[in-house]
């Protein structure tokens, strides 16, 4: 079955940084691009970035670019994010997902609240 | 970046119906890169519809979707207590982009 594991998500000041962490498994990782998604509460979707195969380019959305980092570890299985700067709107749960037609698989998301 | 636009933003309906959800986007989506999702209350996605059209695997064949160029929709026909969710569209021909959700409730 082929599953993502999210963390690292909790509380932090604006001004902070947090590093999330995404596992895979049951799929050949290093062989699809991956994206993290995040959901302010009781907002919508937001696609924030991702990053090819084998970490060779990166997009972002231009409300966290230059604050937030994508990366990969291929022979970990784990995708991760460097979030820094961090702000209240920021607030949000994070989830990692599969790239392909679409996002067929998902993170179960982790919950990251910026708040003094 | 291409903006998405669903509509209605809520849809008032009683089991058994049909639901048409559309989304219109700013401009022609990349050969057809149309997603659809259902989300439940503290549920992350699923992916219903890929390619416009392109069931999932695992989705009912009461859900379909069709479209193309800059209008989608999403129809589900007879509609099922478990179907009452949020729904979103996403284009994911380039930098990818969500539509801001249409929510189907139970009259």
């Known amino acids: 079955e082929e599953q993502l594991v999210d963390s690292g998500g909790g509380l932090v000041q604006p001004g902070g940084s947090l590093r999330l962490a995404c596992a895979a498994s049951?799929?050949?990782?290093?062989?699809?691009?991956m994206s993290w998604v995040r959901q302010a509460p009781g907002k919508g979707l937001e696609w924030v970035a991702n990053i090819k195969e084998d970490g060779s380019a990166k997009y972002y959305v231009d409300s966290v670019r230059g604050r937030f980092t994508i990366s990969r570890d291929n022979a970990k299985n784990s995708l991760y994010l460097q979030m820094n700067s961090l702000r209240a709107e920021d607030t949000a749960v994070y989830y990692c997902?599969?790239?392909?037609?679409?996002?067929?698989?998902w993170g179960q998301g982790t919950l990251v609240t910026v708040s003094s | 970046e291409t903006v998405l636009t669903q509509s209605p933003g809520t849809l008032s309906l009683s089991p058994g119906e049909r639901a048409t959800l559309s989304c219109t986007a700013s401009?022609?989506?990349?050969?057809?890169?149309l997603a659809w999702y259902q989300q439940k209350p503290g549920q992350a996605p699923r992916l219903l519809i890929y390619g416009a059209s392109s069931r999932a695997t695992g989705t009912p064949d009461r859900f379909s979707g069709s479209g193309s160029g800059t209008d989608f929709t999403l129809t589900i026909n007879r509609l099922e207590p478990e179907d009452f969710a949020v729904y979103y569209c996403?284009?994911?021909?380039?930098?990818?982009?969500f539509g801001q959700g249409t929510k189907v409730e139970i009259k």
């Open positions: 996403q284009q994911y021909g380039g930098l990818k982009t």
């Open positions: 401009q022609s989506v990349t050969s057809n890169y």
């Open positions: 049951g799929f050949t990782f290093s062989g699809y691009w």
């Open positions: 997902a599969k790239d392909g037609a679409g996002y067929p698989v």
